[in-house]
């Protein structure tokens, strides 16, 4: 797996782009033409691509509940609460296409590298909780550390919307 870590400086004022290669399993955040992260991620199966195309995040979800949509995978499934062990949103939950794809956390990891979504894009939990600071500070919603401390640990549901959306674009 590749961290998901700072590889380069880039100044906030430039604009955030992620970039998914469905082929790679690969996730890339972009400023200025450069590479400032990478990640190893888990994308749809056959059976339930994830979406190829150009989309804008503009919503994200912090400790978010799981509740099952209504789709045959799903059926028999219960909703989760946030912070529940079964809960597959984990920690963060990135919005990139409304209502029902989004970029969340896995406990999956052995799979991260494959496909093996429902359509989503899964990271690492630790990698996604840093993606999704990073989608907040280039968003224009730059929190500090104990905003983030205090989400963390008290597991309450906390909804962010950007007031600069940060593109996503997705590619096989």
């Known amino acids: 797996m590749v961290a998901f870590t700072l590889i380069a400086g880039a100044a906030s004022a430039d604009a955030l782009r992620l970039e998914v290669d469905l082929s790679q399993n690969e996730l890339r955040a972009v400023v200025r033409g450069q590479e400032i992260a990478r990640s190893d991620v888990s994308v749809g199966k056959d059976t339930n691509p994830t979406p190829e195309g150009s989309f804008e995040i503009r919503k994200l979800i912090w400790n978010p509940s799981w509740v099952p949509p209504n789709a045959e995978w799903a059926k028999g499934k219960s909703a989760k609460p946030p912070g529940h062990p079964e809960n597959p949103m984990k920690r963060v939950k990135i919005f990139f296409k409304q209502p029902d794809y989004?970029?969340?956390?896995?406990?999956?990891?052995?799979?991260?590298?494959?496909?093996?979504?429902?359509?989503?894009?899964?990271?690492?939990?630790?990698?996604?909780?840093?993606?999704?600071?990073?989608?907040m500070d280039y968003g224009g919603k730059p929190q500090p550390e104990p905003w983030y401390r205090r989400i963390l640990r008290r597991r309450s549901t906390q909804v962010v919307i950007l007031s600069e959306p940060v593109a996503i674009e997705i590619r096989g």
């Open 102 to 135: 989004y970029i969340h956390g896995t406990g999956d990891e052995d799979q991260l590298g494959s496909a093996a979504s429902h359509g989503c894009i899964r990271m690492s939990q630790e990698d996604v909780t840093s993606l999704a600071r990073m989608v």
